[in-house]
């Protein structure tokens, strides 16, 4: 193994371990709060933590523009972080502000107790994104240690917070105050890698803002797909059941974030090698890793029940594995949507949305309970799961571009260039960007 393999290969363990440290403490917090809070409160707040999973795509987005340019431009670094860092701060401001004033609708659709649950879900929004540039910076300029602080720092922020909030008051409204405050420790970790300040050349802000946007828009696909249902549970089931189902979809999370090291891991080889067998052996394994947990909350339903918040949801035990099955499928087409973003392929936010209506349809024209929602996901999500398998034979990959302009001249990205990130990749998508 040559010192470049060793070096990658340190680096994308360092990251790995942090982002298995964020996912237990965000695995914690949620067990915590279903705990500490009654079904209804547990259910609002499942449904106010998909709602902050999808408008954070645009801090996802963000991270994987800033780190792209880095990459491909090193002798532009100063520039690109100065420009960052003012994009990121009118983006962050923008996307809470938005979320914030969206409170007078949101809080009767989804029948929260008070705007202010949906106003903290805005604020929690401000340093989340502020925390993707500086995710972006670090990743682009190979700052691996510093990157791993960040997401260990978003998994304990979430943690203590959320819990110090549930703490102070057994309501979704102050676990997301809890929350919002918590989300601040990762950007004082991360101080001074975004300069607000400087002197040197300041590269057109259009160029960036325009492919976060083009990132953001699959990105915002998938994640809207994989938290359809739990925004579905809670407008249109009864408290209780909401908070049954809420339970469930501990498991179903744990199922999708137990194997994304292998996104990680495997990310450089699937940009790189233009072959399906990278893709089929991570898409194996991530589908192993998942059956895994399906066949151990089917044999022992009351260790996965203690997992997802104890006897209180005991009315969905012998149902867990229907959770974990579908947390198998969303994490095999997480893993295959970030394949496509690799190879460049387009189309698959369409394909996403048209997911996403198909459960909604079916849960509005038909009155499913639990079991049928849950089983409608995980339909759904194994028919993604394969049509993304095959959507490299049905759709053609973009080939490399020979040259790249220099960024100052930079122009603004088409709609179907769609930028894919996955943290300790730096270039895996090739030293060239395309235009």
């Known amino acids: 193994m040559n010192r470049s393999t060793r070096a990658t290969v340190s680096s994308g363990s360092i990251v790995a371990v942090a982002m298995m440290v964020m996912n237990v403490a965000t695995y914690g917090f949620n067990l915590a709060a279903a705990r500490l809070l009654v079904p209804a409160e547990f259910g609002a707040l499942t449904a106010l933590l998909s709602l902050i999973l999808i408008a954070n795509v645009v801090a996802l987005a963000l991270q994987a523009s800033i780190a792209r340019r880095i990459s491909v431009h090193p002798d532009h670094t100063a520039q690109i972080v100065l420009t960052a860092s003012r994009v990121a701060l009118a983006v962050s401001l923008a996307v809470g502000l938005a979320v914030a004033l969206s409170s007078p609708v949101l809080t009767p659709a989804f029948s929260f107790d008070s705007v202010w649950a949906v106003i903290w879900c805005g604020a929690m929004l401000v340093p989340l994104t502020l925390a993707g540039a500086q995710l972006g910076v670090a990743q682009g300029t190979g700052r691996w240690g510093k990157l791993a602080a960040l997401y260990v720092g978003n998994g304990l922020g979430r943690l203590f917070g959320g819990v110090a909030g549930v703490l102070i008051e057994p309501s979704a409204t102050s676990a997301m105050m809890g929350l919002a405050i918590g989300a601040w420790l990762p950007v004082l970790l991360g101080a001074g890698l975004l300069k607000t300040s400087g002197t040197g050349?300041?590269?057109?802000?259009?160029?960036?803002?325009?492919?976060?946007?083009?990132?953001?828009?699959?990105?915002?696909?998938?994640?809207?797909?994989?938290?359809?249902?739990?925004?579905?549970?809670?407008?249109?089931?009864?408290?209780?059941?909401?908070?049954?189902?809420?339970?469930?979809?501990?498991l179903t999370?744990?199922?999708?974030?137990?194997?994304?090291?292998?996104?990680?891991?495997?990310?450089?080889?699937?940009?790189?090698?233009?072959?399906?067998?990278?893709?089929l052996r991570a898409a194996s394994l991530v589908a192993v890793l998942g059956l895994l947990v399906v066949a151990g909350s089917a044999v022992l339903p009351q260790l996965a029940l203690i997992l997802v918040g104890g006897d209180q949801y005991g009315e969905v035990a012998d149902d867990l594995w229907l959770f974990a099955l579908s947390g198998t499928f969303l994490a095999i087409v997480y893993l295959l949507v970030f394949d496509a973003l690799a190879r460049r392929s387009t189309g698959v936010a369409v394909l996403l949305w048209v997911a996403s209506a198909t459960v909604f349809s079916v849960a509005w024209f038909w009155s499913i309970g639990i079991v049928g929602l849950v089983?409608?996901?995980?339909?759904?999500?194994?028919?993604?799961?394969?049509?993304?398998?095959?959507?490299?034979?049905?759709?053609?990959?973009?080939?490399?571009?020979?040259?790249?302009?220099?960024?100052?001249?930079?122009?603004?990205?088409?709609?179907?260039?769609?930028?894919?990130?996955?943290?300790?990749?730096?270039?895996?998508?090739?030293?060239?960007?395309?235009?």
């Open 201 to 250: 050349d300041v590269h057109s802000r259009r160029p960036l803002v325009f492919e976060t946007v083009a990132s953001a828009s699959t990105l915002l696909a998938y994640f809207a797909f994989s938290n359809v249902d739990a925004l579905i549970a809670r407008g249109g089931f009864e408290a209780h059941d909401s908070g049954l189902y809420a339970s469930g979809l501990i």
């Open 375 to 435: 089983v409608t996901m995980a339909c759904v999500g194994a028919v993604v799961a394969a049509l993304l398998l095959a959507w490299p034979l049905l759709r053609p990959e973009r080939g490399h571009d020979a040259a790249e302009p220099a960024v100052a001249d930079d122009p603004a990205l088409p709609d179907d260039s769609v930028t894919g990130f996955v943290p300790g990749a730096a270039d895996a998508d090739g030293d060239v960007e395309r235009h």
């Open 253 to 279: 999370k744990s199922t999708l974030f137990l194997p994304q090291f292998v996104s990680v891991v495997f990310f450089p080889s699937l940009a790189r090698d233009s072959s399906h067998r990278t893709r």
